[in-house]
Structure formats: C-alpha cells, structure tokens
C-alpha cells in the first residue's frame, strides 16, 4: 500500500530531500502507509525513516526527527471516504429530496472519521486490519451506531446481512480496553421497549469501555415514499422510553457513579417535560448528539448575563432557530432585554422544506429561513446558529452553505441584513446578541 502526496511544502525537509508531488508514500519506520491514522501514529515516533517511491521509479529514504516534514495529501484522509453499505430503515439520507448537491446523498461510514471527527460508524464497514488496527493503534474513542444488540432484528433495521455478526466487534474493542461512545436511534415499536431494555442492559455490561449510551429519535422527513412505515414519536411513547432509561441510569449512578444511558433533548421537549440539570448528564459525553445541548446552552447563557455588566443598549436583533428550542431561546431572551433594554426577536422557523416533523434547528433550510424572514424588520442583524451550516463533509463546495445549497451570502442580501453565525454556545450567543468581544 502507499500513498500519493500532492504537494510538499517550499523549503520543507522533503522538499530539500527532493520530494515531489506525484511521489509516493510507501513506508515509516517500515510500517505501510494507508491513510492518515498510519502516517500520525507513526510520525510520532522519536525516530523516523520515511521510504518513498518516486516518479522516475527509483526508491528513495529521508531520516528526520520531526514530525512536519513538508508533505501534503489530497485529503485529510489521503485517500477515499469509505461508504457506508446499510439500507437503515431510519437513514435520513433516503429522506432527502432529489436536486441536492451530491455530496449530500453520500453515506460515511468511515472508522477513521469517528476518531477524527466524531462521526459515528455501525462497524458493518470494516475490515479486519481496520479493527486489529484500532485495538494495536490504541484508537480511541470510537463512536459507534449500534440501535439494538439483537443480532437478528439490527439485520432488519440496517438490512444488512452482517449487520448482527459485527456486533462482536464490540465486545472485542471491549475486551482491548477501547473506550466507545454508543448511540441508539431509536424507531417506535421497533427498537424501544424491551429491545431499548436488552440493548442498555448488554451495552452496560461493557462499562467502563463503553462510556456512554444516547438514546435518540428517529427523524421523518416527508419524503419517505417507497421507505419503510416509520412514526415519529409522541408525548406518550417519549415519555416511555425516558421512563426506562432513568429506571436503568438511576440504577447505574449507584453502581458506576454515572447515569451512562441518556435520552437526546428532543425525547424530553416531545414528552413535554423538563430538561433536567447539568449533574444528569455527567460532563456532556454525548453533546454533539444532542444529548443535553439545551442545558448546556442555557446554563452558559445565564452564566454570562449574570457576569456580563453591559450597559444598557439601544438596538433591535433578530435570532431564528427550530421549534423545539423556541421556548427556550425566547425564556432566556426575555432576561437578556429585561436586564440591557435591548430589543430581542426570536423567531421560529417551520420546516416545511423536509416536513414539519422535522423540529430541529440543524436542518432548518436557506429558503424557509427567507420565505419566514421576509416580511419582518430583523433590526441591525440576523443571528443565525452555525449548525444549520452543512460544512460537515469538509468538502470546500459546501461551506456557508444551507442544506439546500442557498449560501448565508445569498440569504442575506435576499433578506437585506448582516448575518452573524453564532458557534451556538450560550454564552457566546448573548456575546453575539449584544455585539461585545
């Protein structure tokens, strides 16, 4: 195996080795190169011996102790992004109109991008090398989609005839110490119940290598003909699958000290109960998947409008943002101009782009953002969460763009405002409101 390098930096070690973009990559300290994971554990050594193979067909060796040697690659990767081979009855790609760019209908399900990135992988994509590799590399954590731990019924949700054997994989990441962060999607009557009881009972039994469980809702766009007969869930089959995580993660506080298993924030804005404290979560370990952001967002918001002593400011903003954190973003407005007599619009965007059932600010589109918009006086600027931006797939096509390939440029000179994209962290939110550093 060996690797292509695209260019090498003016005046770099390679470069005065007489490296050149179109060489290969073969070796380091004699291990092969695969991608980026081999070249930065490797690089990593004390000492290291990079073996090449040059455009002329000659071998080349460069020694150096750095590990910055000039060399770049076509991607991140270095090579392509593995796509994912399961047919989800839940996937949300399926989901997607036809028109979009094409990178959207691109399934990942890359080992490298869960350690990178965070992406989470359901482990049906990889190879043997791959797990002996992340268990000989110590790779760790890895973020796995794993849905149920009943062999047979993970085959019906992902439609894959390996999706069941590759669950033992787990269990043998369990077993060489790699910390996983797990996550279930969850489909009513399918996988909640007693198959969410099995899951969280066999999952925990890994602990502490696996370090957390996230429960987390399936979502139904309105493009699903064809697809399997899912339902989203209601006040009452939320309720009950909160109701069996806390039986477990109550039992687990005794027992490991943590809750380990938590429920996504739209389980409790579905169930129309209340988001329970920052303590419950246990350090945020499963954030990104929207497991306790509303927490988290607004503890941080009220933790700088406590310590932030602006003065009183004369001006109207706009925030838009999904309708499951509506209430809340407009509760925590309401402080913010009780205490700056600063002029404070939130609105709520209705996702009529992917159906209403979608509620989630992430996947709010540039069109209903404008079609929404248009007819109000935003004030001095639009305030925008950067989670509806879909530079996700690091592809340079996507930046600043909406879900709908509208761009924040372009949204905002059809709305005739400065738009501010706010990193969405509380704190920095009411930074971004009030327009201080």
Do not use: W
């Not at 996230?214 to 009452?236: S, W």
């Amino acid at each position: 195996m060996s690797v292509k390098i695209s260019g090498v930096k003016k005046n770099s070690l390679c470069d005065a080795k007489g490296i050149k973009a179109g060489d290969e990559l073969l070796k380091i300290n004699g291990n092969e190169i695969m991608d980026v994971l081999d070249f930065d554990f490797y690089m990593a050594e004390q000492n290291i011996t990079l073996t090449f193979k040059c455009g002329n067909g000659k071998y080349k060796v460069v020694k150096t102790k750095s590990t910055d040697c000039g060399l770049e690659f076509d991607t991140y990767l270095m090579d392509k992004q593995q796509h994912c081979k399961n047919k989800c009855i839940f996937c949300f790609i399926d989901q997607l109109p036809k028109g979009l760019r094409p990178s959207l209908y691109f399934k990942d399900d890359d080992s490298r991008l869960s350690f990178l990135f965070g992406n989470y992988i359901t482990l049906t994509n990889i190879s043997e090398h791959e797990v002996q590799r992340i268990i000989d590399m110590h790779i760790s954590p890895v973020n796995v989609s794993v849905h149920t731990m009943n062999p047979e019924l993970r085959v019906k949700m992902m439609k894959n005839k390996n999706a069941g054997e590759s669950l033992k994989i787990i269990k043998r990441l369990a077993d060489a110490g790699i910390k996983m962060n797990t996550q279930l999607v969850l489909c009513p009557g399918i996988n909640d119940g007693d198959e969410l009881r099995r899951s969280i009972e066999e999952l925990s039994a890994l602990y502490p290598s696996v370090q957390s469980i996230a429960a987390v809702p399936v979502g139904i766009t309105k493009f699903r003909d064809g697809l399997d007969k899912l339902e989203p869930y209601n006040k009452e089959t939320a309720g009950e699958v909160i109701d069996i995580i806390e039986e477990y993660s109550n039992k687990f506080r005794k027992e490991f000290g943590i809750g380990l298993c938590y429920p996504a924030d739209e389980f409790f804005i579905k169930a129309e109960r209340e988001i329970p404290s920052a303590e419950y979560y246990d350090g945020f370990p499963q954030f990104d998947n929207g497991v306790g952001m509303v927490r988290s967002f607004t503890d941080d918001f009220l933790d700088e409008l406590e310590y932030c002593n602006e003065k009183s400011i004369n001006k109207k903003v706009t925030l838009a943002t999904g309708v499951d954190f509506y209430p809340y973003l407009c509760d925590l407005c309401k402080k913010a101009e009780e205490k700056y007599n600063i002029k404070i619009q939130v609105k709520k965007i209705i996702n009529h782009f992917f159906g209403e059932t979608i509620t989630v600010s992430g996947l709010v589109t540039g069109i209903d953002l404008f079609e929404q918009l248009k007819d109000y006086d935003l004030g001095e600027y639009l305030i925008l969460p950067s989670s509806m931006i879909s530079d996700y797939t690091n592809h340079t096509e996507n930046k600043n763009k909406f879900l709908d390939d509208m761009t924040v440029e372009e949204l905002s000179e059809r709305l005739n405002t400065k738009i501010i994209l706010t990193k969405g962290d509380g704190g920095q939110v009411l930074k971004d409101i009030l327009g201080v550093e």
